[in-house]
């Protein structure tokens, strides 16, 4: 029965060390708010941070003590959901310009004591993921299992993929682009310019405690028309009236929609600082991931394999954009699946088609290839070695297999600690006398199914993982299986 990860809270790093930005300008420190569900495996293996969208934070799971909203993605972060705690470590952060406890515009300026405000430097999709990047090393992790978002939170999950090729296996993107269009530019400036053409934006300058709620409350009204379709409006609202039986003829609140765009616009001011709107807005125009003009060319150098979900009904990040990403992403190869989802809900689908999204991210996810769970880097010993020398390698790295290759670098064999130990109980003298040279091997692109299937038929328990010129690339054993297919709980 799929659950709650619980009562959670939101942690805070901060790094001393200058982020350079895209734009050339230094933030220093940079803090981030982050907040982890489940727990990281000893290989560490099994991290997928999950990105926020405009407006979100690190509270994506679970509740806040004393709260009875859970966070923002609790359909699909938690015991059993797609985002399965009892198998994953999850991290979502605040984005960098947010102002949701990591560093934005709201911070104090270490050179004066005083808000950034509008000293703070333009930041991009890139320079966010940048700083996530930090947070992921400082946990420990070189490489995640998955990246995930939807909106902003899925250009961010492509950013990783292009910034970070060696450091992402999988990425979903949800109701999002590789490239802000003219019109969704157009609604972000129309945001912008509800905030600075109120007086009380004072040039950004604003007390904390009056800040330009006019403005601020306008540029969400003006948002969440966008987040929703025309369809879902029809069906919440029609053409009902607000508290009254006819039409006032005059410019009171009349109609449903209008009191619920209020009420929107006015749980937004209490929630959201009105410079980190203009911050974030900038960041989604300035996203493009197309190099001279190409996306096929952006996407050139990825290695993650995708799954690519739109919404039959969003009008603000059409289907056909995401088809743009499925199209740009096979032509370099890569491992990719799409679906258009149906939902009447338009773009914020992506925070409550649960069902939908659990089916489908659960598919992807659990379809595990030999390559998301091998170990790169584990010890090989060449032919003309040593019984005393694979003996060493193994108790030095702690493992209990050792392929052996040729001088060429191809796989000629393999030596087991049975081996070393039937070595000395017979007293051979070479590797060769006791190196099996018929290997059983994996592939890093076959399933992770197949390869234990294997294993098992066979009594093995880890198989050398070669290329196409039997170049061992990795290891895979049934421990490191167990752990991430198995539920830890
Ligand atoms: C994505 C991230 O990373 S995090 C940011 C995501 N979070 C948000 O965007 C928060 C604001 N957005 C929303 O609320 C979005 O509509 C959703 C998608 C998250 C929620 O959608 P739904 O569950 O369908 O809620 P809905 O849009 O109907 O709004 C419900 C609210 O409108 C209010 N409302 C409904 N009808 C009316 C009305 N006629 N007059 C006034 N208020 C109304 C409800 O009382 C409710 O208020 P509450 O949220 O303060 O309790
Ligand atoms: N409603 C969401 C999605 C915007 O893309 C938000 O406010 O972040």
Same mark, same amino acid.
């Given at each position: 029965?799929?659950?709650?990860?619980?009562?959670?809270?939101?942690?805070?790093?901060?790094?001393?060390?200058?982020?350079?930005?895209?734009?050339?300008?230094?933030? %220093?420190?940079?803090?981030?708010?982050?907040?982890?569900?489940?727990?990281?495996?000893?290989?560490? /293996?099994?991290?997928?941070?999950?990105?926020?969208?405009?407006?979100?934070?690190?509270?994506?799971? @679970?509740?806040? $003590? @004393?709260?009875?909203?859970?966070? =923002? =993605?609790?359909?699909?972060?938690?015991?059993?959901? #797609?985002?399965?705690?009892?198998?994953?470590?999850?991290?979502?952060?605040?984005? +960098?310009?947010?102002?949701?406890? /990591?560093?934005?515009?709201?911070?104090?300026?270490?050179?004066?004591?005083?808000?950034?405000?509008?000293?703070?430097?333009?930041?991009?999709?890139?320079? *966010?993921?940048?700083?996530?990047?930090?947070?992921?090393?400082?946990?420990?992790?070189?490489?995640?299992?998955?990246?995930?978002?939807?909106?902003?939170?899925? *250009?961010?999950?492509?950013?990783? %993929?292009?910034?970070?090729? $060696?450091? &992402?296996?999988?990425?979903?993107? +949800?109701?999002?682009?590789?490239?802000?269009?003219?019109?969704?530019?157009?609604?972000?400036?129309?945001?912008?310019?509800?905030?600075?053409? !109120?007086?009380?934006?004072?040039?950004?300058?604003?007390? #904390?405690?009056?800040?330009? &709620?006019?403005?601020?409350?306008?540029?969400?009204?003006?948002?969440?028309?966008?987040?929703?379709?025309?369809?879902?409006?029809?069906?919440?609202? @029609?053409?009902?009236?607000?508290?009254? $039986?006819?039409?006032?003829?005059?410019?009171?609140?009349?109609?449903?929609?209008?009191?619920?765009?209020?009420?929107?616009?006015?749980?937004?001011?209490?929630?959201?600082?009105?410079?980190?709107?203009?911050?974030?807005?900038?960041?989604?125009?300035?996203?493009?991931?197309?190099?001279? !003009?190409?996306?096929?060319?952006?996407?050139?150098?990825?290695?993650?394999?995708?799954?690519?979900?739109?919404?039959?009904?969003? =009008?603000?990040?059409?289907?056909?954009?995401?088809? $743009?990403?499925?199209?740009?992403?096979?032509?370099?190869?890569?491992?990719?699946?799409?679906?258009?989802?149906?939902?009447?809900?338009?773009?914020?689908?992506?925070?409550?088609?649960?069902?939908?999204?659990?089916?489908?991210?659960?598919?992807?996810?659990?379809?595990?290839?030999?390559?998301?769970?091998?170990?790169?880097?584990?010890?090989?010993?060449?032919?003309?070695? /040593?019984?005393? !020398?694979? %003996?060493?390698?193994?108790?030095?790295?702690?493992?209990?297999?050792?392929?052996?290759?040729?001088?060429?670098?191809?796989?000629?064999?393999?030596?087991?600690? =049975?081996?070393?130990?039937?070595?000395?109980?017979?007293?051979?003298?070479?590797?060769?006398?006791?190196?099996?040279?018929?290997?059983?091997?994996?592939?890093? !692109?076959?399933?992770?199914?197949?390869?234990?299937?294997?294993?098992?038929?066979?009594?093995?328990?880890?198989?050398?993982?070669?290329?196409?010129?039997?170049? &061992?690339?990795?290891?895979?054993?049934?421990?490191?299986?167990?752990?991430?297919?198995?539920?830890?709980?």
């Amino acid at each position: 029965m799929p659950g709650s990860v619980g009562t959670v809270r939101t942690e805070y790093a901060t790094f001393p060390a200058p982020l350079t930005l895209e734009s050339g300008a230094v933030l %220093a420190p940079v803090t981030i708010a982050y907040e982890t569900y489940g727990r990281l495996n000893r290989e560490k /293996s099994n991290a997928i941070l999950v990105c926020h969208a405009l407006t979100g934070d690190a509270h994506a799971a @679970g509740f806040h $003590e @004393g709260e009875t909203r859970p966070g =923002w =993605w609790d359909g699909v972060v938690g015991p059993g959901k #797609a985002f399965d705690t009892d198998r994953y470590y999850v991290i979502c952060s605040n984005v +960098i310009g947010g102002c949701k406890g /990591s560093t934005g515009p709201a911070s104090a300026n270490p050179a004066t004591g005083r808000p950034y405000a509008l000293t703070f430097p333009v930041i991009t999709i890139r320079d *966010m993921v940048r700083a996530q990047k930090r947070l992921i090393e400082h946990l420990g992790i070189n490489c995640l299992a998955a990246v995930a978002g939807g909106s902003m939170g899925g *250009m961010q999950a492509l950013q990783w %993929a292009v910034a970070y090729p $060696e450091a &992402v296996r999988k990425v979903i993107a +949800i109701a999002t682009t590789a490239r802000s269009t003219a019109q969704q530019i157009a609604f972000n400036e129309v945001g912008r310019q509800a905030i600075t053409t !109120d007086p009380a934006w004072a040039g950004g300058d604003y007390p #904390a405690d009056s800040p330009p &709620v006019q403005g601020l409350r306008l540029a969400r009204m003006i948002g969440h028309i966008t987040y929703l379709s025309d369809g879902a409006m029809r069906e919440k609202f @029609g053409r009902n009236l607000q508290d009254r $039986e006819s039409v006032g003829y005059g410019f009171a609140t009349e109609f449903q929609v209008e009191s619920y765009l209020h009420h929107q616009g006015d749980t937004f001011t209490r929630r959201f600082d009105p410079n980190s709107y203009l911050y974030i807005t900038r960041a989604l125009d300035y996203f493009d991931l197309a190099v001279d !003009d190409s996306l096929a060319a952006g996407f050139s150098g990825v290695k993650a394999s995708f799954l690519v979900v739109s919404v039959s009904s969003d =009008w603000l990040y059409p289907p056909y954009q995401s088809e $743009e990403i499925v199209n740009a992403l096979a032509a370099n190869g890569v491992d990719v699946q799409y679906c258009e989802i149906r939902s009447n809900y338009g773009h914020d689908a992506f925070l409550l088609e649960n069902g939908q999204l659990n089916y489908l991210i659960s598919a992807f996810l659990d379809h595990l290839l030999v390559r998301d769970v091998m170990e790169t880097g584990a010890p090989t010993i060449v032919e003309r070695a /040593s019984i005393n !020398d694979a %003996a060493r390698i193994m108790i030095e790295n702690a493992v209990n297999h050792l392929p052996v290759l040729a001088e060429r670098g191809d796989l000629v064999g393999i030596v087991t600690s =049975w081996d070393i130990a039937k070595a000395v109980a017979c007293g051979y003298g070479s590797l060769d006398e006791i190196m099996s040279r018929s290997v059983v091997t994996a592939s890093p !692109d076959e399933s992770v199914t197949e390869a234990a299937r294997r294993m098992e038929e066979r009594s093995i328990s880890a198989l050398p993982v070669v290329d196409a010129d039997r170049r &061992v690339i990795g290891l895979i054993s049934s421990d490191a299986i167990s752990t991430l297919i198995g539920r830890c709980a």
